[in-house]
Nanobody, 123 residues
Framework: QIYLEESGGGLVQAGASLRLSCAAS????????GGWFRQVPGKEREFVAA????????YYSDSVKGRFTISRDYAKNMVNLQMDSLEPGDTAVYLC????????????????WGQGTQVTVSS
């Protein structure tokens, strides 16, 4: 069992940057693929980014490609999401997840989830 906790969300203006962190406990995060999803009330959960457990292979949604970067901090047992050039459309609850397979870009591929952190981008 791996437990995940997100942090780093907040309220920023359009064009600003935020760095989300997902801290793992219970298991070593590097043995899991890590993913970030986001959800807006009334809409389906949306894939944002993923990083394979072996850190070979990253995946991004078209809406964030070139602006967001997913990375792994082995020392801190974390997966991070650097978000640059934020837009109002990025406003959502961001959820961290862990999967035991590579190429995991769908929510159903992930068995473990954090509670989420709110990101609000004002125009």
């Amino acid at each position: 069992q791996i437990y995940l906790e997100e942090s780093g969300g907040g309220l920023v203006q359009a064009g600003a940057s935020l760095r989300l962190s997902c801290a793992a406990s219970g298991r070593t995060f590097s043995t899991f693929s890590g993913g970030w999803f986001r959800q807006v009330p009334g809409k389906e959960r949306e894939f944002v980014a993923a990083l394979n457990w072996n850190s070979i292979g990253t995946y991004y949604s078209d809406s964030v490609k070139g602006r967001f970067t997913i990375s792994r901090d082995y020392a801190k047992n974390m997966v991070n999401l650097q978000m640059d050039s934020l837009e109002p459309g990025d406003t959502a609850v961001y959820l961290c997840a862990a999967a035991e397979e590579i190429g995991a870009v769908r929510g159903e591929q992930y068995a473990y989830w954090g509670q989420g952190t709110q990101v609000t981008v004002s125009s």
